[in-house]
């Protein structure tokens, strides 16, 4: 259905994010660092991308403002998957629209159900 | 030992506890979406008590820290459902009936959002594994009083009286099973529950409802809002 590209430091976790995702009819392009993922959005660009904040060297941010100066990239949704909770000052909403992030997702509390669904819904928007 | 060792003993104890926590959540996470993706529901429900377990002690430490609480205009209602959503698998899992009970209709409270929601999950969760019933019941109920809003959980479990909670209170962190009368367990989302109440200037306190014991503490009324 989409090309996703899935930001996750974590092996494990990713194995089970891209298995659901792949369950779900989607192409997953997972990348452990945002490096690795700018050099993904060399060759293609994604319809959505699922981020994790907290990554090794540059984080989650960071690849984001890198990511919009890309033509093709300005305006892929992107959905903040990630262990920073809620209530994390550095979490502030004031950047999210400038950022293009349309949804936040705190990982703990998420199941691949809930953010199946919530992959599904946004490229479906996107599509429409 | 002089007081300003045994307070750097303390902090240094709180900043190791935090870190455990938050080492512990990855791989918690990790069993919960592994069994969520074997469709093995009973692992994963598991695994996803003890991360929520994790996650609300680092949230209650979190909020504990801050000077002050920001309370905003909550409607409990709302919160309850989520509550309730919330520990529906885990209700399921022990075979206990859930319920909502929200008579009439109120203004809404001042609190933490997701202060409040945590604690009634973790009232909710540490009473569902008390109940040594056959069929369980759980009540997550509101009503109105002159005081405010009350907020709580109730239960078909025997066992929970003031003298048990208080006690519980005094021994948390030092026994195992600190309220023996109501649970084999240590209890520990009664404790996160209160912690994270009192952070909201709020107190938990041993509460009835349509005959059912339980835990519930009254919030206040948005005062901004009932001027309009």
New interface residues.
């Given amino acids: 259905m989409a090309s996703i590209l899935l930001l996750e430091p ?1 092996k ?2 990713a194995k ?2 891209q ?2 995702l792949h369950k779900a009819g989607h192409t997953v392009h997972w990348q452990t660092n945002a490096q690795s993922a700018l050099t993904v959005l060399d060759d293609h660009a994604p319809q959505l991308v699922i981020l994790e904040l907290h990554l090794a060297n540059h984080n989650g941010v960071e690849f984001l403002y890198e990511m919009r100066s890309y033509p093709d990239c300005d305006h892929v949704p992107v959905v903040l998957h990630t ?1 920073v ?3 994390h000052p550095g979490l502030g909403h004031d950047f999210w629209p400038q950022l293009g992030i349309q949804e936040y997702l705190y ?3 998420t ?3 809930q953010l199946v669904e919530r992959v599904n819904r946004l490229t479906l928007a996107q599509a429409a | 030992m002089s007081r300003s060792v045994r307070r750097a003993d303390v902090v240094s104890n709180d900043r190791l506890l935090a870190a455990l926590a938050e080492e512990l959540k990855l791989p918690l996470l990790q069993i919960a979406r592994q069994a969520e993706l074997a469709n093995q529901a009973d692992i994963e429900m598991s695994a996803s008590q003890a991360l929520w377990f994790v996650d609300s002690y680092l949230l209650s430490q979190q909020l504990l820290q801050q000077s002050s609480l920001e309370l905003e205009p909550v409607a409990v209602s709302s919160v309850l459902q989520d509550a309730a959503q919330t520990l529906d698998s885990l209700a399921k899992q022990y075979n206990c009936g859930l319920e909502l009970s929200i008579s009439g209709r109120f203004m809404p409270a001042m609190a933490h959002r997701q202060a409040l929601e945590t604690a009634l999950v973790g009232l909710g969760s540490s009473l569902i594994t008390a109940s040594q019933d056959k069929k369980p019941r759980l009540i997550l109920a509101a009503h109105r009083t002159q005081g405010g809003v009350v907020a709580g959980v109730f239960s078909s479990t025997d066992g929970l009286s003031q003298a048990v909670f208080q006690r519980g209170l005094s021994l948390y962190g030092k026994a195992r099973q600190p309220m023996q009368e109501l649970t084999s367990h240590t209890g520990a989302g009664i404790f996160v529950a209160a912690e994270l109440l009192s952070s909201m200037e709020s107190i938990l306190r041993v509460a009835k409802h349509h005959k059912l014991t339980g835990l519930a503490a009254t919030l206040q009324q948005s005062r901004q809002l009932a001027l309009i």
């Fill in positions: 974590d494990q976790l089970s994010y298995a659901a262990m909770e809620p209530e990982k703990p509390r199941t691949l159900a």
